[in-house]
């Protein structure tokens, strides 16, 4: 990235990884709003040091090494995502901001396994789009830059095992990442029931997608999957492109508790 893209993209700030772990699955309320708030924190004394990103330097944390390239890559998707809904409204700066954080905060993590799996990199396609997105070039050739960088992405998940990677524990494990991971952007972004960071309750909801997407993927007759739908229609609902910044939104605790039902759910899906 050229030194002034990267200077828009640390003008909006930085972000927290959950690990594997997150926020622990069971009932929402009060002690999880607490952990939430405790990652809050973290996230913030980090952005003071410099030391942003998805889990810092580290990137998302798995034992198994094919969750953490597949959920590397649907983090970028979920970026990406966000910063075409934002381009399409005319927010091109909030766009230009989701646009570099694949590069800035993720390309690393992923490029030594792109290369280790034999995937194409995608760097030089991300660097096409972020210029599109930075001349707020709207219409078909920015419709055609995110759609290259997406197929590379979706090509470079292609090289996991397609058993393991359409198997529905696989599938919902990366959801459940994404979901943890949107429920830590919400709590950054949604204080008191007030919009106090407009960028990450946008992440959230560009995470939130990405897990809708995969979840509908899955067969509808696995156990929990009725409750566990029900839960993202709900959780989908929250989010409002009319939001601005101190705009009231849905509670923290009611994403969270969304999130916790969820993983509930989730966990008899084998």
């Known amino acids: 990235m050229s030194e002034n893209k990267t200077k828009i993209w640390l003008g909006i700030g930085g972000y927290l990884m959950l690990g594997a772990g997150g926020v622990p699955a069971g009932a929402a309320g009060e002690g999880q709003l607490i952990m939430a708030q405790i990652m809050h924190a973290d996230h913030a004394a980090k952005s003071e040091g410099g030391e942003g990103g998805e889990g810092g330097e580290s990137g998302y944390t798995n034992e198994d090494p094919d969750q953490v390239f597949a959920v590397n890559l649907l983090l970028a998707k979920g970026h990406l995502h966000i910063s075409q809904e934002m381009a399409g409204l005319g927010l091109w700066d909030f766009s230009a901001a989701h646009a570099q954080h694949p590069a800035a905060e993720i390309y690393n993590n992923v490029a030594p396994e792109l290369k280790k ?154």
């Open 117 to 270: 799996r034999g995937a194409a990199p995608f760097e030089a396609e991300l660097e096409a789009l972020v210029e599109q997105v930075i001349e707020n070039k709207s219409g078909a050739a920015l419709d055609q830059a995110y759609a290259t960088v997406i197929a590379k992405i979706d090509a470079a998940a292609a090289t996991l095992d397609v058993s393991k990677r359409t198997s529905p524990a696989f599938t919902m494990a990366s959801a459940m990442a994404l979901l943890k991971q949107a429920s830590a952007e919400y709590v950054i972004g949604v204080s008191g029931g007030k919009i106090v960071n407009l960028q990450e309750y946008q992440d959230a909801n560009g995470f939130i997608w990405v897990a809708d997407q995969l979840i509908s993927s899955l067969d509808q007759g696995l156990p929990g999957m009725p409750e566990i739908t029900a839960e993202l229609v709900k959780l989908k609902s929250f989010w409002s492109t009319a939001a601005r910044m101190d705009s009231m939104a849905t509670p923290e605790s009611d994403v969270l508790g969304c999130i916790s039902r969820i993983e509930l759910k989730a966990g008899k899906i084998k």
